[in-house]
């Protein structure tokens, strides 16, 4: 399995952008499912988004503001994140595989400001 570490994250005022990273220590070329998930202050973690086979799919709580994507020839996967709310703030992670297969990265803080 690949080992994925996120960054990229940090403090933004409320309507402002971050582009989350998730670099893979091997190829994701033949992961066909990647995703980003995000654990609120005192909340089970949630999924936020999931890109396969260049399909997207994205939570309603960050549709039209997420965008998620994959360079497979830099083993890296993004979530580009544009009209940040309050609310987004939170841990995000990143998932390779799908259902209950894959690894985890370690995270990365995401804290909007209002």
Do not use: H
Not at 42 to 56: C, D, F, N, P
């Amino acid at each position: 399995q690949v080992q994925l570490v996120e960054s990229g994250g940090g403090l933004v005022q409320a309507g402002g952008s971050l582009r989350l990273s998730c670099a893979a220590s091997g190829s994701i070329f033949s992961i066909n499912s990647m995703g980003w998930y995000r654990q609120p202050p005192g909340k089970l973690r949630e999924w936020v988004a999931t890109i396969t086979s260049g399909w997207t799919t994205y939570a309603d709580s960050v549709k039209g503001r997420f965008t998620i994507s994959r360079d497979n020839a830099k083993n890296t996967v993004y979530l580009q994140m544009n009209s940040l709310k309050p609310e987004d703030t939170a841990v995000y992670y990143c998932k390779s595989g799908s259902g209950s297969s894959g690894s985890w990265g370690q995270g990365t803080q995401v804290t909007v400001s209002s």
